[in-house]
């Protein structure tokens, strides 16, 4: 059996990972490197492995990062199945055929300067025919509930506590020579404490671990801290008469933020009903297959449903819905709150909202989530004095501000905890899903464990196992 390291390895975006076993070639994810546009195309373009030849992919879950090359596999000529949780092929559905939007308006607009200086124009990855053909092979998998998808590899999956369909992915391997192996791959672990969704589990009797390190070495402040700080930036809005912009994956995040307004308003914690604006046709789509899914809510969730109340609807919320709409909150007085995608501010409607309120002092912009190098959001949680945006220069005057507590992912102490619940027959352990200083600290902290043998693997990187 080999494992190939083919994204997500010593950096955060691109999940993909290659199981060579029984004769079968499985991946896990096949996710969109995020960066730098060019590099970013060229990687993406040009996949490491031959489509044709891979029988399987497994699914983690529907972010980008994890899901987003999908389509191209397919446009490339993959035919074999893809195996997920019901609400990941939902999630799925909405997520790529947004992200095919996102590249044609993306590239219309870069078309434009290249034909203007004689250039050749780009093509889009892929587009909406390779997400239905891909729709097609998709295959739902329930939880907890052994699969064997092929002669002696059998997959199950468990709670991942991320987003909604988050999985933790378990392969079994028997060959014939009696060389057994159990591999689990973490995916992204969510947060133990985190909102809505159920605690991550701890699935017993791996040799293989695959772990993400995207907080390897850091510790996020108590949730606690998000009402606060929430109850504090919504009294200065107020204040103010000014926006509260928070960029904010659609899926994820923008329903984490709608449940933690819900209870500060269910603590009169919000100053006068503040308009709160979710800008994204993606995040209304999101929140809907989120509320079509309650049987994956933790107790906290439904109890508030129990009590009459849905999580996941705030009054005096509106979903914008044209673009039009959209630019028309720039002259619209505040206070007001609007969360607008995508998350690390490299494409969708946050960009027209950044333009306008970056250079006002008296508003907000509240960081809320993991900002990639290369990326505009990264640019702003560095404060820099200058931004482009949209092709424009825009002085950054607004306040910057960052909820680290709100991450989807595990910090050190869950990463930790989630390792030395899993770790007891692990031989060998490889640290993905982090940018270089990270795989490092995860590597390190599985032999601080007691992992026998643990690397963070380079890009294309093959291990063999017996
Ligand atoms: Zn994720």
């Not at 096949?30 to 996949?47: P, S, V």
């Not at 979710?278 to 809510?297: C, F, G, M």
């Amino acid at each position: 059996m080999k494992i190939t390291f083919y994204g997500a390895a010593q950096t955060t975006t691109g999940s993909m990972h290659l199981v060579e076993a029984n004769g079968k070639r499985i991946l896990l994810d096949c996710g969109l490197y995020q960066g730098h546009r060019k590099e970013a195309f060229e990687k993406n373009r040009n996949l490491p492995i031959d489509p044709k030849t891979i029988d399987y992919v497994i699914l983690s879950h529907a972010h980008i990062d994890h899901s987003g090359n999908l389509p191209q596999l397919v446009r490339q000529g993959f035919r074999g199945r893809v195996f997920a949780r019901q609400s990941t092929m939902e999630l799925c559905d909405i997520m790529l055929r947004d992200s095919c939007f996102l590249q044609k308006r993306d590239l219309e607009c870069i078309n434009k300067k290249r034909r203007k200086a004689g250039k050749n124009p780009f093509e889009p990855l892929y587009e909406e025919s390779d997400v239905e053909a891909l729709m097609q092979l998709f295959t739902p998998v329930h939880m907890h509930q052994p699969r064997e998808i092929a002669p002696g590899i059998t997959l199950e999956l468990f709670n991942a506590g991320h987003i909604l369909g988050s999985a933790l992915v378990q392969l079994d391997v028997r060959s014939d020579h009696g060389h057994n192996h159990r591999i689990l791959f973490s995916g992204d672990l969510g947060q133990p404490d985190q909102p809505i969704l159920r605690h991550y589990e701890y699935p017993s009797g791996a040799d293989i671990l695959l772990v993400e390190s995207t907080y390897a070495d850091r510790y996020h402040p108590s949730a606690d801290d998000v009402e606060l700080r929430l109850e504090k930036y919504l009294k200065h809005i107020d204040r103010h008469n000014s926006k509260l912009l928070i960029p904010a994956f659609s899926v994820g995040r923008t329903q984490q933020i709608i449940y933690y307004l819900n209870r500060l308003r269910e603590r009169g914690k919000v100053p006068r009903e503040v308009k709160v604006y979710i800008d994204s046709p993606l995040s209304q789509k999101a929140t809907r297959i989120y509320a079509n899914h309650r049987e994956v809510y933790n107790d906290e969730a439904r109890r508030m449903i129990a009590a009459g109340q849905n999580p996941l609807e705030y009054p005096g919320m509106t979903f914008v819905g044209t673009p039009q709409e959209s630019m028309a909150l720039n002259d619209t007085p505040g206070p007001m709150i609007i969360i607008a995608a995508s998350g690390m501010c490299e494409g969708g409607r946050v960009l027209h909202h950044l333009r306008h309120c970056a250079e006002d002092p008296d508003n907000i912009i509240l960081i809320v989530g993991f900002q990639a190098e290369n990326t505009l959001g990264r640019r702003i949680v560095e404060k820099r004095e200058q931004l482009n945006v949209l092709g424009e220069t825009v002085n950054l005057r607004a306040r910057v501000e960052v909820i680290n507590a709100l991450s989807a992912h595990a910090d050190r102490s869950g990463l930790s905890d989630w390792i030395r619940e899993v770790k007891d027959n692990v031989r060998h352990a490889f640290a993905v899903h982090g940018e270089p200083e990270k795989v490092a600290a995860m590597a390190e902290l599985l032999k601080d464990l007691g992992v026998p043998s643990a690397v963070a693997p380079q890009p294309g990187q093959t291990y063999k196992f017996d």
